[in-house]
């Protein structure tokens, strides 16, 4: 999240907004931006439900363990109307997307959506 932070900007000019997502309760989600200052905002997804529907929910963890509800590390680039128009999940969690990489991504997606392809 403070890597995405770093970034952020460059996002911005190519009109695209960022935010997170995390399954942490508020509060801890609230003293985090805070202290870090990200400078987008934090989502809870709580009981997993958006996780499981952009199917990032990290399958090493069934319901009843205690780390249940933690997705997998990534990043989805979602449309105005929803779609998903590119999906970056890392299957270890030490493990996350290369920003350069999804940066490109996205401008290549949006390009392809301004040209109808």
Do not use: C
């Amino acid at each position: 999240m403070v890597e995405l932070a770093k970034w952020r900007e460059r996002f911005a000019d190519l009109g695209v907004g960022v935010a997170a997502m995390s399954y942490d309760p508020v509060a801890v989600l609230a003293a985090f931006h805070a202290e870090q200052a990200l400078g987008y905002p934090l989502l809870r997804d709580e009981d997993t439900r958006h996780f499981g529907a952009y199917g990032v929910l990290n399958p090493q963890y069934q319901p009843g363990h205690s780390a249940y509800g933690i997705p997998l590390p990534g990043v989805l680039l979602i449309g105005p109307d929803g779609e998903v128009l590119a999906k970056f999940a890392e299957p270890d969690y030490r493990d996350r997307p290369d920003l350069a990489v999804v940066l490109e991504t996205v401008a290549a997606r949006l390009e392809d959506r301004e040209a109808g392809r």
